[in-house]
């Protein structure tokens, strides 16, 4: 079993609809959650991070931690044909060496 | 401000011969250096980190290796290359945080391909 599952897609929904992005891990000692955006050949780039369980909301996008249920979300609202990339989930423990685990990324196509 | 470079941009290279993908960093000291591949449709796997200077520990056995000469230069090498290391190679960087978590920037990577 992998440490960090997220379903692959792609998932195409039409301009200004609700996105919601998922990952489910197993490893209890994650502590620092994370969302990159990565457009096709280029290399991730950070969106948000949460620690601990809890929401976080920037602009469009929002993020969710169950802890007691070892699940995330990214919720993107009024989504924009500019939101297709590939979204990666990442996870991180207090291990000192702060390197991340990921999923395998879910493709998003927004369709205008 | 901070900026990452990698090169070559692609590369297609045939089994058995060597590899060396460089990534630099501009803009920031002592660093903290990543080699992470991902392979078509899979997530980003670790390769090689790096605390400073000499200092590597892998992640993950196989006939990849990691060098950092300079503080800021990340070099990652293979002295005969295998079908399986065909994928994109990421470099990323972070800076020396209080706590647990700091974040990690990423280079626009290398496309390499083994035939």
């Known amino acids: 079993q992998k440490e960090v599952e997220q379903d692959p897609g792609p998932l195409s929904v039409p301009e200004g609809a609700i996105v919601s992005l998922n990952c489910t891990y197993s490893n209890s000692a994650f502590q620092y959650f994370m969302w990159y955006r990565q457009y096709s050949r280029k290399g991730p780039e950070l969106l948000m991070y949460?620690?601990?369980?809890g929401n976080k909301e920037d602009g469009r996008f929002t993020a969710q931690v169950d802890k007691s249920s070892k699940y995330i979300s990214l919720f993107i609202r009024d989504s924009q044909p500019s939101d297709s990339a590939t979204y990666l989930c990442?996870?991180?423990?207090?291990?000192?060496?702060?390197?991340?685990?990921f999923g395998s990324g879910t493709r998003l196509q927004v369709q205008p | 401000s901070q900026t990452i470079h990698q090169w070559p941009a692609t590369l297609v290279q045939p089994v058995g011969s060597p590899l060396s993908l460089e990534c630099t960093v501009e803009?920031?000291?002592?660093?903290?250096l990543y080699w992470y591949r991902q392979a078509a449709g899979r997530g980003l796997q670790l390769l090689f980190y790096?605390?400073?200077?000499?200092?590597i520990s892998s992640e993950v056995p196989q006939n990849l290796s990691a060098s950092r000469p300079q503080d800021r230069q990340f070099i990652l090498s293979s002295k005969k290359l295998l079908l399986s290391d065909s994928g994109f190679y990421l470099c990323a960087w972070s800076g020396r945080a209080r706590g647990p978590y700091n974040e990690q920037f990423f280079g626009p990577g290398t496309r390499l391909t083994v035939l």
């Open positions: 790096s605390v400073g200077i000499g200092q």
């Open positions: 803009g920031t000291s002592n660093p903290n």
């Open positions: 949460t620690y601990s369980s």
């Open positions: 990442a996870m991180s423990q207090d291990t000192g060496r702060r390197a991340l685990t």
